[in-house]
């Protein structure tokens, strides 16, 4: 059994991957993790503190999860954007690369697609802002650090509706206390459940996959969509939720209005049918109670 160390452990997806591997260490930088794990303070920045780590640890396999995902911030920070986005992945990935340790990098999908078809992983990719532009600038530094790293494209959800943390969190909560909630009706995206997305990740590095791969559902759907099929899974769809265009909202970073993934490399790669969007947001509701 490989063993994990997870960078960014008390993150979204970081608290989530620190379950789903038995063997695996988690790091936190501001708020600790709460679990049962082996956790480690951590400053990336610090690379003799990394180093240290890795000899401690001696993982199989590293997850990048740390990162600034907030494209506003971004827009108005570009040089810790850039710190944290681009440059620490690199240094990562080259301190795994000199000891043979599988890298695993947490994209995004946050890209400007003009042709509103599903990006596949060869198809050129234009960034639309700071966030963007970071993402992919790591991606170009991971590669040419690290042949062996693999680098996962993806859009990801699960629930915290005990302590709501996402977008989609607080959704849920605000429409079931019967207040307006707007989400963008214009934009579109390929979502995965968190669950899927640690499987895939698990199953892809058994079999030492590199380079860049979409994790993504099959289904496009408008975030307004998205969003209604997850109230009426819980028998909270309502006239509460409403849908606003992009243009109708003023944000201080551009954003991209079809952010699709193609997902045909990775069912091709493992062998798989992604499960239907549905059974995802079915099944994430179940685990998250």
């Known amino acids: 059994m490989k063993k994990y160390l997870v960078l960014g452990a008390s993150g979204l997806l970081g608290t989530i991957l620190l379950r789903f591997f038995p063997e695996s260490h988690g790091t936190f930088f501001k708020n600790r993790t709460i679990s049962s794990k ?11 503190s990394f180093r240290l780590l ?6 199989d396999v590293v997850i990048n999860c740390i990162g600034i ?35 695993v990098h947490i994209s995004t999908d946050h890209f400007l697609n003009l042709r509103d078809v599903k990006l ?11 966030y963007g532009f970071s993402k992919l600038n790591a ?3 991971i590669c040419s650090a690290s042949k062996n790293s693999l680098i996962i494209r993806s859009n990801f959800f699960h629930f915290n509706l005990d302590s709501p943390k996402t977008f989609l969190d607080h959704l849920i909560v605000a429409v079931k206390r019967e207040k307006v909630f707007h989400s963008f009706s214009d934009v579109f995206f390929t979502p995965i459940s968190t669950t899927q997305l640690a499987k895939y990740i698990e199953d892809l590095v058994a079999i030492d996959v590199a380079g860049v791969v979409n994790i993504a559902s099959s289904e496009v759907l408008s975030k307004f969509d998205f969003h209604n099929a997850v109230l009426k899974e819980m028998s909270a769809l ?7 265009l992009l243009d109708a909202v ?21 062998g798989v049918k992604v499960p239907s969007i549905y059974d995802m947001i079915k099944t994430e509701l179940q685990l998250s109670k």
Not at 74 to 96: G, M, R, T, V
Not at 121 to 127: F, G, R
Not at 238 to 244: M, Y
């Open 38 to 48: 082996d956790v480690s303070f951590l400053d990336v920045t610090d690379k003799n």
């Open 54 to 59: 890795l000899e401690r640890v001696r993982p």
């Open 69 to 103: 995902t907030k494209v506003d911030l971004c827009e108005k920070i570009p040089e810790k954007c850039w710190e944290l986005n681009s440059w620490q992945p690199l240094q990562i990935a080259q301190e795994c690369s000199v000891r043979e340790i599988k890298y």
């Open 120 to 130: 596949k992983e060869s198809d050129m990719v234009v960034p639309i802002n700071q």
């Open 139 to 141: 991606e170009l530094f």
């Open 238 to 244: 309502s006239g509460f939720h409403l849908p606003v």
């Open 250 to 270: 003023k944000l201080h970073a551009q954003r991209p209005r079809y952010m699709a993934l193609d997902n045909s490399l990775l069912e091709r790669l493992l």
